[in-house]
């Protein structure tokens, strides 16, 4: 099997985590800055990790609406998609994902000031593993 990437965007980040090859477990990495570049930095990962599948979280509001993020993160997900063709990239619902996050760093022992750096990468495992979970039931 071949590795995914899961992608959390956001206005100033973009959070990234990669399942093993085996795709069973969502591993974090180093966030992404969301600048004129970001679209080539996750192309070039994707290359470099032999990614074959990539997984854009899509915020959805806990009433089931879009929103601006949605709209953003669309673009975003379109965007990408272009630039890795012909590796597919999916949407996947992400409510809650950086709650549980949060939560997880917590439980951790991250502080809530040092959260900051890890929360998007955190959020983007989550979404994920949830992905890579419900690609085995």
Same mark, same amino acid.
């Given at each position: 099997?071949?590795?995914?990437?899961?992608?959390?965007?956001?206005?100033?980040?973009?959070?990234?985590?990669?399942?093993?090859?085996?795709?069973?477990?969502?591993?974090?990495?180093?966030?992404?800055?969301?600048?004129?570049?970001?679209?080539?930095?996750?192309?070039?990962?994707?290359? *470099? !990790?032999?990614? @074959?599948? #990539?997984?854009?979280? %899509?915020?959805?509001?806990?009433? /089931?609406?879009?929103?601006?993020?949605? +709209?953003?993160?669309?673009?975003?997900?379109?965007?990408?998609?272009?630039?890795?063709?012909?590796?597919?990239?999916?949407?996947? *619902? !992400?409510?809650? @994902?950086? #709650?549980?996050?949060? %939560?997880?760093?917590?439980?951790? /022992?991250?502080?809530?000031?040092?959260? +900051?750096?890890?929360?998007?990468?955190?959020?983007?495992?989550?979404?994920?593993?949830?992905?890579?979970?419900?690609?085995?039931?």
């Amino acid at each position: 099997m071949s590795r995914v990437l899961g992608l959390d965007p956001g206005t100033r980040r973009v959070g990234v985590a990669i399942s093993d090859s085996r795709r069973t477990l969502a591993m974090a990495r180093a966030c992404v800055p969301v600048d004129d570049v970001t679209i080539a930095t996750l192309s070039s990962l994707v290359a *470099d !990790e032999g990614v @074959t599948l #990539v997984v854009v979280g %899509r915020p959805i509001s806990m009433g /089931g609406t879009e929103t601006e993020s949605t +709209r953003l993160s669309d673009n975003f997900a379109r965007d990408l998609a272009s630039s890795v063709d012909p590796v597919e990239v999916v949407r996947w *619902d !992400e409510r809650l @994902t950086t #709650v549980s996050a949060r %939560r997880q760093l917590h439980q951790s /022992g991250v502080k809530d000031r040092e959260q +900051r750096a890890l929360i998007d990468s955190a959020a983007a495992v989550v979404m994920l593993q949830h992905f890579i979970d419900a690609s085995h039931a």
